[in-house]
Nanobody, 124 residues
């Protein structure tokens, strides 16, 4: 059974940092891209970042480029999202998701398993 479990969310002041973790199980981790998405209250789901399977290429939404860093540890089956210089507009529930294959994509329909989410709140 595929499972994804996020952790690491919390309340932080603007300008601060958080590191989100995504623990994966039930599939060959290194063969699939892992994406991070977020959803703010009253807004649609937004793609944030992705790390591809096989070559670990990384991709970012313009809104987080230069502030967020995605990484993974294949041996531990973990993906991470290091978030620096956080802004109040980064407040959202953050989800990790398993892609249909090793290729990164910036839209939700390319992912078929999702974690339960972790809340990130950035206070101004």
């Amino acid at each position: 059974e595929v499972q994804l479990v996020e952790s690491g969310g919390g309340l932080v002041q603007a300008g601060g940092s958080l590191r989100l973790s995504c623990a994966a199980s039930g599939f060959t981790f290194e063969n699939y891209a892992i994406g991070w998405f977020r959803q703010a209250p009253g807004k649609g789901r937004e793609w944030v970042s992705c790390i591809s399977g096989r070559d670990s290429g990384t991709y970012y939404a313009d809104s987080v480029k230069g502030r967020f860093t995605i990484s993974s540890d294949n041996a531990k089956k973990m993906a991470y999202l290091q978030m620096n210089s956080l802004k109040p507009e980064d407040t959202a529930v953050y989800y990790c998701a398993k892609s249909l294959n090793y290729v990164c994509a910036g839209y939700g329909s390319a992912y078929h398993y999702w974690g339960q989410g972790t809340q990130v709140t950035v206070a101004s």
